[in-house]
């Protein structure tokens, strides 16, 4: 019903900038919340940053100030806008989506994109 595309992962020098980008598309509007999760080698997956269908964001503690969560819904883009990044940011990125509740027809109750790397060196 959805598929998430991500886009924007490189290598970086620490102190560096670079803006994730996750395209959605097919049934766009059973999407309520979206957000950025990710994978280093050897940990679980996390939360990153999250945004609801309202704007509302949340963003893990380590990321603070640092990156930025934003939604352009008209669009059905999502991005992560990464500064003065670190080594401990280099890790697999991926998009999320989450259904709207009760909306059965929708299928499944999330999707993920196939994530996208980032490498941060020192």
């Known amino acids: 019903q959805v598929h998430l595309m991500e886009s924007g992962g490189a290598l970086v020098q620490a102190g560096g900038s670079i803006r994730l980008s996750c395209a959605a598309s097919?049934?766009?509007?059973?999407?309520?919340?979206m957000g950025w999760y990710r994978q280093a080698p050897g940990k679980e997956r996390e939360v990153v940053a999250n945004?609801?269908?309202?704007?509302?964001?949340y963003y893990r503690d380590s990321v603070k100030g640092r990156f930025t969560i934003s939604r352009d819904k008209g669009e059905d883009m999502m991005y992560l806008q990464m500064k003065t990044l670190k080594p401990e940011d280099t890790a697999v990125y991926y998009c999320?989506?989450?259904?709207?509740?009760?909306?059965?027809?929708?299928?499944?109750?999330?999707?993920w994109g196939q994530g996208t790397q980032v490498t941060v060196s020192s």
């Open positions: 945004i609801t269908s309202d704007g509302d964001t």
């Open positions: 999320n989506a989450q259904r709207w509740p009760g909306t059965f027809v929708c299928g499944e109750y999330d999707w």
């Open positions: 097919g049934d766009t509007v059973c999407i309520a919340a």
